[in-house]
């Protein structure tokens, strides 16, 4: 079986990180603005028909507003709350998906045929997704996407983002990489990370 080297090119000059493909990668994401007192992480892997991924958020867990039990529909506007958030672009290509997680597992899909294309829902994958609180320290929200469409031999570009919503309304916006001088997690520039199914 063949296993793949993570190789990581650092570029001093343009101060960006460039992954090659790979089967297995664990990032850390950061908050645009303040400085929050969470810390969270993202695993995604390949399975060969799949993506496997995880959000690991450690912190005072008991201060996120946290849908509970588990629904799974599919439902609109879920980034007005605690949501977790996957973009998926084709190497190469101007259109891209947005996928939408809530703490329930409620879900949806985008596919935008170009930046800030008007939100359109999409078959074209389908997930599973289930969180578990662990502690009063510690979530994992572990999501697998299928995808419906043909992904043979194609390389993906890829940002994992979480907009994480306290009960006293304070929201914070975390990516592996930020635009600036404002927040975008549609920019794709910042997707900088490369996987294939």
Not at 162 to 169: F, R
Request: charged content about 25%; hydrophobic content about 40%; some cysteine.
């Amino acid at each position: 079986m063949l296993f793949y080297t993570i190789l990581n090119y650092k570029f001093t000059n343009f101060n960006t990180l460039v992954n090659t493909f790979i089967k297995f990668m664990e990032l850390k994401l950061t908050p645009f603005e303040t400085n929050f007192d969470y810390d969270i992480k993202f695993n995604i892997e390949s399975s060969g028909e799949s993506l496997l991924c995880s959000y690991i958020i450690t912190g005072n867990i008991t201060k996120l507003n946290l849908k509970e039990g588990r629904s799974a529909k599919r439902q609109s506007f879920l980034w007005l709350d605690t949501c977790f958030e996957f973009f998926l672009k084709e190497q190469n290509s101007s259109d891209y998906y947005e996928f939408n997680f809530a703490s329930n597992s409620d879900y949806n899909i985008f596919h935008f045929p170009e930046y800030r294309a008007p939100l359109t829902e999409t078959n074209n994958f389908s997930v599973d997704s289930r969180m578990e609180i662990e502690s009063e320290n510690k979530i994992v929200f572990d999501f697998q996407i299928f995808p419906h469409i043909d992904v043979a031999g194609k390389e993906y570009t890829f940002l994992a983002s979480v907009i994480l919503n306290t009960h006293d309304k304070i929201v914070s916006l975390w990516a592996v990489d930020h635009a600036h001088p404002k927040a975008d997690f549609h920019g794709s520039k910042t997707y900088k990370n490369r996987i294939r199914f």
